[in-house]
Nanobody, 125 residues
Framework: QVQLVESGGGLVQAGGSLRLSCAAS????????MGWFRQAPGKEREFVAT????????YYKDSVKGRFTISRDNAKNTVYLQMNSLKPEDTAIYYC??????????????????WGQGTQVTVSS
């Protein structure tokens, strides 16, 4: 297992940018596929983006394609979510998560076994 801590959230105006970071502990970080999920008040947690062990495969929720970029630096045990052109509907608590899935990625929240505490992103109009 791996321990995850998110940071980088905050309050921004529509059209602005934020970069979220997820710092992981544990020497096996590079063996995990990583994902970002978000949850708005009163709504179910939803998939945002995922990245494979080596960073060669990524996948995004349709509504964030072209605006968000997921990346990872295994040497720093960190995964990032660069968010550009933010919209009010992006407002949510953002969580990073990890799963051991050799050779593939996942967009299913229940498949991820390790979760961070979340970081709040608020986008004002």
């Amino acid at each position: 297992q791996v321990q995850l801590v998110e940071s980088g959230g905050g309050l921004v105006q529509a059209g602005g940018s934020l970069r979220l970071s997820c710092a992981a502990s544990g020497r096996t970080f590079s063996m995990y596929s990583m994902g970002w999920f978000r949850q708005a008040p009163g709504k179910e947690r939803e998939f945002v983006a995922t990245i494979s062990w080596g960073g060669g495969s990524t996948y995004y929720k349709d509504s964030v394609k072209g605006r968000f970029t997921i990346s990872r630096d295994n040497a720093k045990n960190t995964v990032y979510l660069q968010m550009n052109s933010l919209k009010p509907e992006d407002t949510a608590i953002y969580y990073c998560a990890a799963v051991r899935l050799p050779g593939r990625i996942s967009i299913v929240a229940t498949e991820f076994g390790s979760w961070g505490q979340g970081t709040q992103v608020t986008v004002s109009s």
